[in-house]
């Protein structure tokens, strides 16, 4: 019977394999390297390939093997200062295949990729919005990053390795009326993807918010959760507290009718600190960062009693 192996294993020692080899490998070369048979290991290198790690060049009837452009196996802990230079550097350079295999790189290096959110992603954007701000790049160039940005979240997504599925644990994600700013809150829905929710990122909806705009998302809540019991949190993103309390009546109207337990978020750069949390509002939990709001949702549907 053949051994099993897994793409964690297989990667590490392909990529190790190829390091420091400028003229490449065949399949047959690394299969032996490495003791797995060739049918296997191409399967293998395909997969690698395709997720931008490696790279090939047909000589004859014989394809070459070679690690893509920067990347290398990472030494073990993980340093996210580096990888956070790193990828800021090559946003910010308009790099964008290096950009990507940073973030490919860093995934299949068994990082945790909420951590990788919130310690390398999330400071570029703020880095992004801050040098746009001071005019130090222009509307062109920030709109070119903050779209690098969000392809990288949609690579986290698809990449990440998911915990678990929730059974019964969703989670709506929105912008408040009168907010443009929708790239946080679709941070926040990868990582409750990533932790095993069933997640449900619907971006800006502002334009959407007229007077039968509860009744519609009444119908999309029961529509997503069919089940008679289970757990629902709507999270409301804002960069202005204004625009929150009107929203939250919204949800709170829309609560009265779900027959399930539902909680509220706020989320967004307004709740930076403990002591500016508004808490007359009326929103089950501020969001300060999205660690904290990671955790509290977990501990959240630890605590439901079903």
Request: no cysteine; aromatic share 10%.
């Amino acid at each position: 019977m053949s051994k099993r192996y897994s793409l964690d294993e297989i990667k590490h020692r392909i990529i190790d394999t190829l390091t420091d080899i400028d003229v490449g490998l065949s399949g047959v070369e690394i299969a032996k390297n490495i003791g797995v048979n060739r049918i296997t290991i191409t399967k293998y290198l395909n997969v690698l390939e395709a997720i931008g790690l490696i790279k090939k060049k047909k000589t004859g009837s014989v394809n070459i093997w070679y690690l893509a452009d920067g990347v290398t196996e990472l030494e073990v802990p993980i340093n996210i200062l580096d990888v956070q230079q790193l990828y800021m550097n090559a946003l910010f350079n308009y790099y964008e295949d290096e950009a990507r295999r940073i973030i490919i790189n860093v995934l299949h290096s068994g990082i945790d990729p909420i951590k990788l959110l919130s310690d390398v992603v999330t400071p570029t954007l703020n880095t992004a919005k801050e040098l746009y701000s001071r005019g130090r790049i222009t509307v062109t160039e920030n709109i070119f990053i903050i779209n690098l940005i969000n392809e990288s979240i949609d690579l986290i997504k698809f990449n990440a390795r998911r915990d678990n599925i929730k059974p019964k644990a969703y989670a709506v994600f929105m912008s408040a009326q009168g907010e443009s700013d929708v790239i946080g809150s679709k941070m926040t829905s990868v990582g409750f993807y990533v932790k095993g929710w069933s997640s449900y990122f619907l971006g800006n909806v502002a334009s959407e918010t007229d007077l039968l705009f509860d009744i519609d998302l009444l119908k999309f809540l029961n529509k997503i959760s069919k089940i008679q019991r289970g757990l629902m949190i709507i999270s409301i993103s804002v960069e202005r507290k204004e625009h929150l309390a009107s929203m939250v009546e919204t949800v709170k109207s829309i609560r009265s009718k779900f027959n399930k337990k539902m909680f509220i978020l706020a989320e967004g750069e307004t709740f930076n600190t403990e002591n500016e949390l508004a808490n007359d509002i009326g929103a089950d939990f501020y969001a300060t960062n999205l660690s904290s709001t990671i955790d509290w949702a977990e501990e959240l549907y630890k605590k439901i009693k079903w």
